[in-house]
């Protein structure tokens, strides 16, 4: 069981994300059901990506929150609009459910590493075809988040994300690395050259800074591109603090799926 400690608007930004991102997905479903697995003590960031959800994709979602604690699912009950936003006892098993999208998040990285890729293929086992998982973690305010997004074939892409006003260097944003990364996050590794690459190019674009965060992160990114990262997305997700990048580029040496 998780510590379940969490607050409002702490997953907005993967929230958003997950909105941009999957939206297609989410229409295109026959059943837009989403799962959010280990929401903690309160369900309030599950209220919150089924408002999210339904403003930005598709106004039928469904979101079925899961915690593996009884007492947390009887809390969360109130909060519940059903046949939009539900509650369940469940883990990794999903409950049986068959989603189009799960998000694990601050689950798994109080688990053990070798206890990573179960996890993974538990829930991606049990999503509906072409369904995702994004799983990650993020600080305790949602200003520094990392999370990947994976399918049936494994993972997909890492995403970084912070609130760039508050930003001291990229270099930061290591510490909510997810389980399967923080600890390859030394020299050597893909993560670790990554994050190297960023802290070199905020560096490098110290005279945007004049013209505000934002600009000083396009900068970054633009410069990691430049250099070889595979970079997946656009300028229009890069001003929001944001950054993908290509599993392959950072996938640890010998990891299993």
């Not at 609009?81 to 459910?97: I, K, N, R, S, W």
């Not at 600890?183 to 004049?210: F, I, K, Q, S």
């Not at 595979?230 to 290509?246: H, K, N, S």
Request: charged share 20%.
């Amino acid at each position: 069981m998780t510590r379940g400690t969490t607050n409002a608007n702490r997953l907005r930004r993967v929230d958003n994300w997950i909105a941009a991102t999957c939206a297609d997905l989410l229409r295109d479903a026959p059943d837009p059901l989403v799962v959010d697995l280990g929401y903690g003590a309160s369900p309030v960031t599950v209220v919150e990506l089924r408002a999210r959800l339904a403003a930005a994709a598709r106004p039928d979602v469904r979101v079925v929150g899961l915690e593996i604690d009884p007492v947390r699912v009887a809390a969360a009950a109130p909060a519940a609009d059903p046949p939009g936003l539900t509650f369940g006892l469940g883990g990794f098993e999903l409950a049986g459910l068959r989603p189009v999208l799960v998000r694990a998040f601050n689950v798994l990285r109080q688990y053990a590493e070798p206890e990573v890729a179960p996890a993974w293929r538990s829930m991606t086992g049990a999503l509906r075809p072409g369904g995702v998982l994004v799983e990650g973690t993020c600080d305790e305010l949602g200003r520094l988040a990392a999370w990947l997004l994976l399918d049936a074939a494994g993972p997909r892409s890492l995403t970084l994300a912070a609130r760039l006003a508050t930003l001291d260097t990229p270099g930061t944003l290591a510490e909510r690395l997810p389980k399967a990364l923080i600890h390859h996050n030394v020299p050597g590794t893909g993560v670790h050259a990554l994050v190297r690459a960023l802290d070199e190019g905020w560096r490098a674009a110290a005279p945007y800074a004049t013209f505000g965060p934002r600009q000083r992160w396009v900068r970054t990114v633009e410069r990691v591109r430049a250099d070889g990262w595979p970079v997946l997305d656009r300028p229009a997700r890069w001003r929001l603090g944001e950054v993908t990048v290509a599993w392959a580029a950072v996938a640890p040496s010998g990891a299993g799926w």
